[in-house]
């Protein structure tokens, strides 16, 4: 079955590690998305991407880098520079951009 | 530039009751709607959308919106509640511009509680 998988659903970084999300998807959608997630203030956009090799900011980029070398892959990595991470990041895909999100299941990112 | 509110953060209701969960929204351009609803730890699953054609558009588990041009919103209802509809729901936007449409508003969400 088609879809986005999402890895670690879990994760704890220790204060000035870098960590990477990854998001891998199956659908063989263009555009790729990733929201972070805190209680009571929805979603917001981090990165996008349209097409292979490149990327947009989101809303909220600082302290975060992702890259899209493969059409597939889309990972998030959360940098030192992010002075609040802890929060549940989403991935999302579509086929093409602003056109029915299909969402991953998320992970959990918890400095410790 | 679009945006979305969403009338009560929380929501109760009774089991077997009406649920309303209000979206109100704005767009320069014709507005695509969605509604999509995220259970603990989860990601998020669409519920329905409206793109064009018929403004009541039926989604899963029974779930309907209306889109009401003239009052900029995009109601989500369903006429009996049931235990296992208790999450959070999210109302986004978005719209047909250019080659490529534009991303996704998100409204803050309204969690959904049912009792018994």
């Known amino acids: 079955d088609g879809g986005i998988t999402q890895s670690p659903k879990y994760l704890f970084r220790k204060e000035g590690q870098n960590v990477t999300l990854s998001c891998e998807q199956n659908?063989?959608?263009?555009?790729m998305y990733w929201y972070r997630q805190d209680p009571g203030q929805g979603l917001r956009l981090i990165y996008y991407?349209?097409?292979?090799?490149?990327?947009q900011k989101g809303d909220i980029a600082e302290g975060y880098s992702v890259s899209r070398e493969k059409k597939e892959s889309f990972p998030l990595t959360v940098t030192s520079a992010q002075k609040n991470p802890t929060a549940f990041y989403l991935c999302?895909?579509?086929?093409?951009?602003?056109?029915?999100?299909?969402f991953g299941s998320g992970t959990r990112l918890t400095v410790v | 530039a679009q945006s979305v509110t969403q009338l009560g953060s929380h929501v109760s209701v009774s089991e077997g009751a009406l649920v309303l969960l209000r979206c109100n929204y704005s767009?320069?351009?014709?507005?695509?709607l969605f509604w999509y609803v995220q259970y603990p730890n989860q990601g998020l699953q669409l519920l329905l959308k409206?793109?064009?054609?018929?403004?009541l558009v039926k989604g899963i588990n029974g779930f309907e919106a209306e889109f009401k041009k003239s009052e900029t919103s995009f109601h989500l209802t369903k006429p009996s509640a049931h235990m296992s509809d208790a999450a959070e729901y999210f109302c986004?936007?978005?719209?047909?511009?250019?080659?490529?449409?534009?991303?996704?508003?998100f409204g803050p969400g309204t969690r959904l509680s049912v009792l018994p």
């Open positions: 659908l063989n959608h263009d555009a």
């Open positions: 767009s320069s351009v014709p507005p695509y």
């Open positions: 986004a936007v978005t719209g047909k511009s250019g080659n490529y449409g534009q991303n996704f508003v």
């Open positions: 991407s349209q097409i292979v090799n490149d990327f």
């Open positions: 409206y793109t064009t054609g018929a403004t």
């Open positions: 999302a895909s579509s086929i093409t951009q602003g056109v029915g999100y299909t």
